[in-house]
């Protein structure tokens, strides 16, 4: 019967790493769907990005940049400037219609209605030839919980198969 403890702490920490690997580095999921940008040229020159409806939207660069909410200004379509702010955690999306191409989340900003919004994003000295994209605000929520309840799962297993092993010991000692 004891052997079963063992069994559901080995669960436990299968549950738990897998679970892990899938929520680090941030995912979202589903996949966003990218807006239409246009860059005349090159994405350093000043861009548009058309937003289908009002709401959050991620603004995203391929590489590996910091979320950063001074590399990209948006401008609504009544001119006014909108503001920016940094990504709070990171958030990796790989574009599979771009043949595997990473982009990581680097500001949002709120778009109060849906119409054709100016981006202009200055290159980061790193990564020079960066592509920027704009998504609706991505889900990341399930991310975070899942990898806080995969983290709980492995200290359980690992606490459960002490206790079972300290246990045996006391009572192999015992001599029962």
């Not at 019967?1 to 669960?11: D, G, P």
């Not at 009544?78 to 989340?105: H, I, K, M, N």
């Not at 899942?146 to 200290?155: E, I, N, P």
């Amino acid at each position: 019967m004891r052997k079963i403890w063992y069994a559901v702490a080995l669960l436990l920490l299968g549950a738990g790493l897998f679970g892990l690997s899938h929520a680090s580095p941030s995912t979202p999921r589903p996949e966003p769907e990218a807006l239409e940008v246009r860059f005349p040229g090159a994405s350093a020159a000043p861009g548009t990005v058309v937003v289908r409806r009002a709401g959050a939207h991620a603004i995203w660069a391929s590489g590996d940049p910091a979320p950063d909410a001074n590399r990209c200004q948006v401008t609504a379509p009544s001119g006014q400037a909108v503001p920016v702010s940094a990504a709070s955690r990171r958030v990796v999306w790989v574009v599979r219609a771009e043949d595997d191409a990473a982009y990581t989340w680097i500001a949002t900003f709120e778009a109060a209605q849906a119409g054709s919004y100016g981006l202009r994003c200055t290159p980061d000295p790193e990564a020079p030839g960066a592509a920027y994209q704009v998504t609706e605000r991505p889900a990341v929520g399930p991310a975070i919980g899942l990898g806080v309840a995969s983290g709980v799962a492995v200290l359980a297993a690992v606490m459960l198969a002490l206790t079972t092993f300290a246990r045996r010991r006391r009572r192999v000692a015992a001599g029962k």
